[in-house]
């Protein structure tokens, strides 16, 4: 195991709830293992999968163990394997039973009094879905919460379904944990390269002068995924895009690429100017949006999203939307800010592409643009879309890019924690700046309710049919033009560039 400083205390419990669920199979024990096979874990951890389903502590490991991360080749892995199962258990019990909660704070104590622990440290992961978060949050505070000790409680998204439903949750929440308790995760506040945001913002005095409206024509965040619903149509059906990714996800990544800088390193600092911002964008005009659904694939080997038996036929549930935003503050007024995202399209990526303004006089007025895209995935990336002279006796300038690929720039040996991974960390040290703060949650579904409410309403509009495999619906092209973004067809540009342009000098 590699020999890191361990900076949380000794004998931590960590207690998944839902513990048989898919969320926790495929994302929140595997994080768990990636701490505790890069050191980040203590090895007098102890972790308790808890859950509905009758298993023994064999069969949650046979459970989880696939999608564990490492490599089959190095020992310290296989170990760490070994090591991680050994300190799991699994205690069976209902979500609003007094008496197995009671049950599982007596396994607790046993495990702390086993290891002389004075106070108890507990991290409680709720992976389970909103409508029994109350039921497990009561029974937590009534008999699993130590009178000497520290509890943190992490709450998985969707942190309820609109404004109203936000608002109860966090009524029935808050007498029960406080702010400084509370972690409400939001895994892609976790991506190294949102995480990277903040440094690359501030840390470049370059990038901080021209951030701003004097320079930046366009902002784009981007979400594409390659699949459709497939397994989740019923779930997908009550949420649609918008909820799915847009109001958490990727209105996150815009707080942190748009915010003022922080005064301080400090989560609340780090979170007030969050507030700041979404406090500054305008309302969402409903008739300025771009929404779609998925048909057939055209050569009908991909079914179309109503094709799904769990969905309703008669469903227009939105599986793309292009929304513009505008913020309404001195360093952001005027620019264009487009958040999209889809299911079953061309690609899978998520981006962040920031096109600044044009030369407009000079011997240069019709060169590119410049762009800088942040690539959060896959294969973490950011490049710079740069003008410069093609080699050459012409003075024939080209678009080239100065380019930063992480897999490339950094060797194997540097460690990329998971989402998950990076965020769990961040709970075990009570660093909540990568965490969801109410009144930034409450600001976010105020703003997307009222939309939501239009689209989802008897006489809501259409979405525009797409096929799936599409690089989007019809019509997106004209609408990023209409909401200034330029394309730079005439370069026929693409990135990555493999080799350099060959060039006929014969032509000059």
Request: glycine fraction near 4%.
């Amino acid at each position: 195991m590699p020999d890191h400083n361990i900076p949380f205390q000794e004998n931590t419990i960590i207690v998944v709830f839902g513990a048989s669920g898919d969320l926790a199979k495929k994302k929140t024990f595997p994080a768990l293992f990636g701490l505790y096979r890069e050191g980040q874990l203590d090895k007098s951890t102890k972790i308790i999968g808890y859950a509905r389903s009758n298993l023994t502590n064999s069969d949650l490991a046979n459970r989880i163990k696939p999608y564990l991360k490492y490599d089959n080749q190095n020992e310290s892995h296989k170990l760490a394997v070994d090591e991680f199962i050994n300190i799991l258990s699994y205690i069976q019990g209902s979500y609003n039973s007094n008496d197995d909660f009671i049950k599982l704070e007596s396994y607790i104590n046993s495990l702390d009094n086993s290891s002389n622990v004075k106070e108890s440290h507990r991290l409680y992961y709720l992976a389970l879905p909103p409508s029994v978060f109350i039921d497990v949050a009561q029974n937590l505070k009534k008999n699993c919460y130590p009178e000497d000790g520290v509890v943190r409680l992490i709450v998985e998204k969707p942190f309820g379904h609109d404004l109203e439903s936000s608002r109860e949750l966090q009524k029935s929440l808050s007498p029960l944990f406080n702010e400084n308790e509370l972690f409400r995760i939001d895994h892609y506040l976790g991506k190294e390269m949102v995480k990277n945001l903040i440094p690359l913002r501030f840390s470049n005095i370059f990038l901080s002068s021209c951030w701003n409206n004097k320079f930046i024509d366009s902002i784009q965040i981007t979400f594409k995924e390659p699949f459709g619903t497939e397994g989740r149509g019923g779930y997908f059906d009550n949420i649609g895009i918008i909820r799915d990714v847009m109001q958490n996800h990727l209105l996150q990544v815009l707080t942190l690429l748009l915010m003022e800088q922080p005064i301080d390193f400090n989560a609340e600092s780090i979170r007030d100017e969050k507030v700041k911002l979404l406090k500054s964008i305008d309302p969402i005009n409903v008739n300025d949006i771009l929404i779609g659904q998925y048909t057939k694939s055209l050569d009908g080997k991909k079914p179309a999203y109503l094709d799904d038996e769990t969905v309703n036929k008669n469903s227009k549930t939105v599986t793309y939307a292009a929304i513009p935003l505008s913020i309404n503050n001195e360093r952001w007024n005027g620019v264009p800010i487009i958040l999209k995202a889809g299911k079953a399209l061309n690609e899978g990526k998520v981006e962040i592409r920031i096109q600044f303004k044009s030369v407009n006089y000079g011997v240069f007025k019709d060169s590119a643009r410049n762009e800088l895209v942040i690539r959060v995935q896959p294969d973490e990336a950011m490049y710079l879309k740069m003008n410069i002279k093609v080699p050459g006796v012409a003075n024939r300038v080209s678009i080239s890019e100065l380019d930063l690929t992480y897999k490339d720039r950094f060797s194997s040996a540097f460690y990329i924690p998971e989402a998950y991974e990076s965020l769990i960390k961040d709970a075990l040290v009570d660093d909540h700046s990568n965490f969801v703060r109410d009144d930034e949650l409450d600001i976010s579904w105020a703003l997307f309710t009222p939309l939501l409410n239009y689209i989802e309403s008897p006489n809501g509009p259409n979405p525009i049919l797409y096929p799936y495999g599409a690089r989007s619906p019809n019509g997106m092209a004209e609408f990023m033009k209409n909401h200034g973004y330029v394309y730079e067809s005439k370069e026929n540009y693409q990135w990555p560039m493999t080799t350099p342009e060959k060039i006929n000098s014969s032509k000059f």
